[in-house]
């Protein structure tokens, strides 16, 4: 199985799309953007390598079997796709007036409230990923106890907290 099938499904499922909006195409190139920006933002056990230039878009070596980088890649390619609709629906957006009758028409609103919730979603992700995977966190436990003073008393406990 190709990278892109498992991101086709999860990419369309975030923007909402059930494969009448978007061609494959498109989307396995929003893709390869959102891939080539994990890797840029995110340090994963493999190094991928993200090809945007050939015209068939590739991601080597293959990433399926690494749900971290398949969900945060699809998060991210979400944010690109609404990034881009959003700026579309601002010019697409109608206001009539007569009155005090009113007529807005405004489907930006609904997407700037996806891309915000994408947004938050790939950055909760990222902390956890780095969290759950850095190299460089631990702790460092000795057997040293310290006196603690408790504030306004001269009282003093042994053992610290």
């Known amino acids: ?9 999860i990419l369309r499922s975030l923007v909402g799309d059930e494969g009448t909006t978007y061609t494959d195409a498109k989307l396995k190139k929003v ?8 890797r ?31 969900n945060l890649m699809a998060l991210k390619s979400a944010v690109v796709l ?7 629906a601002g010019d697409q957006s109608i ?6 009758s009113k ?10 409230s996806m891309l915000d919730w994408s ?7 990222v902390k956890d990923y780095i969290a759950g995977n850095s190299k460089y966190s ?8 310290k006196e603690f003073i408790y504030p306004g008393t001269n009282s003093t406990r042994n053992g610290g907290y």
């Not at 199985?1 to 499904?9: E, F, K, Q, R, S």
């Not at 893709?31 to 994990?38: D, F, M, P, Q, T």
């Not at 609404?82 to 700026?87: A, I, N, R, V």
């Open 119 to 125: 947004k938050s979603e790939y950055d909760d992700y």
């Open 82 to 88: 609404l990034t881009g609709e959003l700026k579309l």
């Open 138 to 145: 631990g702790v460092v436990m000795t057997p040293y106890t």
């Open 40 to 70: 840029q933002e995110v340090d994963f056990d493999t190094s991928y390598e993200v090809d945007l230039t050939s015209g068939s878009e590739a991601v080597t070596p293959d990433p399926t079997g690494d749900y971290d980088f398949i």
């Open 1 to 9: 199985m190709a990278w892109y099938t498992d991101g086709l499904v």
């Open 95 to 100: 206001i009539i007036q007569d009155g005090p």
């Open 103 to 112: 007529i807005q028409v405004d489907k930006g609103k609904w997407i700037k």
């Open 31 to 38: 893709l390869a953007i959102g891939a080539y920006r994990v």
